[in-house]
């Protein structure tokens, strides 16, 4: 992932096959998704939005 001091806020999301999304955004405003890849740890990371650092939580 990423240095934890940079992490704004994080969700993860369980499917119904067991892997898990980690959708994330840094204190920068950067949302990020990362996929576990399968073997415990995740993928690389994807920025798929900016201008975030104003939410406090994702539902």
Do not use: C
Request: glycine share 14%.
């Amino acid at each position: 992932m990423t240095n934890p001091t940079e992490v704004g806020r994080m969700t993860l999301h369980a499917s119904a096959d067991g892997t898990v999304t980690a959708v994330w955004w840094d204190t920068g405003g950067n949302l990020y998704r990362q996929y576990n890849n399968g073997t415990g740890t995740f993928g690389a990371r994807t920025l798929i939005a900016k201008g975030w650092s104003a939410y406090k939580a994702l539902s």
